[in-house]
């Protein structure tokens, strides 16, 4: 269809932004509507005082025409219009006194001539002396004619009406002026009234689009609230009464949240069974091995059994922290970050090792309190391992986010050391105890609330440990 390319070329233009797209539709509307009706109106207008004026020149033909009487001419007198002497008929104009405005006024544009037979017999005292030159009506007797343009002998635009009869064998003609002005001065300042009003109507109705378009839209705003609600954990499903046309939208993303729901729970169900189904056997095998003779081979069995026993609890702490997505909890950073340093210094291994913690009175996140306790003690384990006689440890807001910064005054790590220490079970120093899952765990797990975990250089020489998480969403 011919339509299909404007409205492809509309909607790339204005395909950002649905708000847009109505509001400019509409007002394309009215922007082409007011003028058509500005058009409508002025050709009304026009009509209207062309009417007015006929009717005024109209009054004028009959009172001319009565004036027509028979009989004897009355003596001329004093400031009477011209007229000549003819047998048959003359202009009793003392029967309707003096002449009436506009047509006393000279040059005024308002004329009346009579002619007989094509010869002047009379005219008004505002034309004088002068002539009119228009071209003789070709219309039959009868009722007055259109109007029709003249000029007199000074070039003065006009408008004719023109009566034409037969009486007694003569033809009488009368006809009757009106300047231009009398129909475009009028017709000049109610189009500009009637402009005037619909531009004042069009900007009104531009006001009441947006208006109207922001307030349809309003459900869509809390629709948006309410999925971000649920995304948050705060709400587990959209509630709450919905306009007729988003309640099947609504309905659908509701279904497809427990829907949601329900795979993870069934995941997580699968993941604790194949957990709690590992560490029956697991139990069975320590207890084997602690049965055997002490020595080399009874120590690297139980170490097996306990990176065993790690890798599981790792998996069942991961199918605990994905099902908090749908009900997000939140965790003191401070809080939970003074406990962690107070416990780690007070039972700490190394006595030159002391935990600097500057935490702000409360800094809440949005992560579980033992997924937080978790990603602390490992960072706050491993920079403490490592230091010379100094960690530090602070926590700030970044916007929507908080920032968590763990340092140590060790030797520090490469780019290539880094990258290296991100690889589940993997060391750098096999000297130290453990078995490499600290840090792999504590990035998966601030990667599963929409965090980070980033490396660069501590303050204090080594390495520093940078935990982004995101801020608790207040209601």
């Known amino acids: 269809m011919p339509t299909r390319p404007f409205s492809r070329r509309f909607a790339r233009l204005f395909g950002g932004s649905l708000r847009a797209r109505l509001v400019a539709s509409a007002v394309l509307f009215v922007l082409v509507a007011i003028p058509l009706t500005g058009l409508v109106l002025a050709h009304v207008l026009e009509g209207i ?78 034309l004088g002396p002068r002539s009119l030159d228009m071209a003789d009506p070709d219309e039959e007797d009868g009722p007055p004619h259109r109007l029709r343009p003249a000029q007199d002998a000074d070039g003065q635009a006009l408008l004719v009406r023109s009566l034409r009869f037969e009486r007694e064998g003569e033809n009488i003609r009368i006809d009757v002026t009106a300047p231009r002005g009398a129909l475009s001065a009028p017709l000049r300042d109610a189009i500009l009234a009637v402009a005037l009003t619909l531009a004042g109507l069009g900007l009104l109705l531009i006001g009441a689009i947006v208006f109207q378009v922001r307030f349809g839209l309003l459900p869509l705003e809390h629709l948006r609230g309410a999925l971000k ?104 950073v401070a809080r939970h970050g003074r406990d962690l340093a107070a416990m780690l210094d007070k039972f700490r291994e190394n006595e030159a090792v002391r935990i600097e913690a500057r935490l702000p009175e409360t800094l809440p996140a949005g992560v579980d309190g033992e997924d937080l306790d978790e990603m602390l003690g490992n960072l706050l384990d491993n920079a403490r391992r490592h230091a010379r006689s100094l960690v530090t440890f602070d926590a700030g807001s970044q916007g929507r986010e908080v920032l968590i910064r763990i340092g140590d005054d060790g030797p520090g790590l490469s780019e290539a050391e880094i990258a290296t220490v991100r690889q589940p079970g993997r060391r750098l120093d096999e000297s130290q105890p453990g078995h490499g899952f600290g840090i792999p765990i504590t990035a998966e797990i601030a990667e599963l609330y929409g965090g980070r975990l980033e490396f660069g250089r501590a303050g204090v020489g080594g390495l520093e440990a940078r935990l982004v998480l995101p801020a608790a969403t207040v209601e």
């Open 49 to 126: 005082v062309q009417a007015e004026v006929a009717t005024r020149l109209d009054l004028q033909l009959s009172t001319l025409r009565a004036a027509l009487t028979e009989g004897e001419r009355p003596p001329p007198r004093p400031g009477r219009p011209r007229g000549d002497a003819r047998p048959g008929g003359d202009l009793n104009f003392d029967r309707f006194g003096p002449e009436p405005p506009p047509f006393d006024r000279p040059g005024s544009g308002w004329y009346w001539r009579i002619l007989v037979d094509g010869r002047d017999m009379a005219s008004s005292r505002s």
């Open 229 to 332: 609600a649920v995304r948050e954990g705060r709400r587990e499903r959209i509630e709450g009464p919905q306009p007729a046309e988003l309640k099947p939208l609504v309905d659908e993303l509701n279904a497809l949240i427990a829907q949601d729901a329900a795979h993870l729970r069934q995941a997580r169900l699968h993941v604790a069974n194949l957990a709690h189904g590992l560490k029956t056997p697991l139990a069975t095998l320590s207890a084997a091995a602690e049965r055997l003779d002490a020595g080399e081979r009874q120590a690297e069995m139980l170490g097996l059994l306990d990176l065993m026993d790690r890798r599981i609890r790792h998996h069942l702490r991961r199918a605990r922290t994905a099902a908090l997505g749908g009900t997000r909890r939140q965790a003191d």
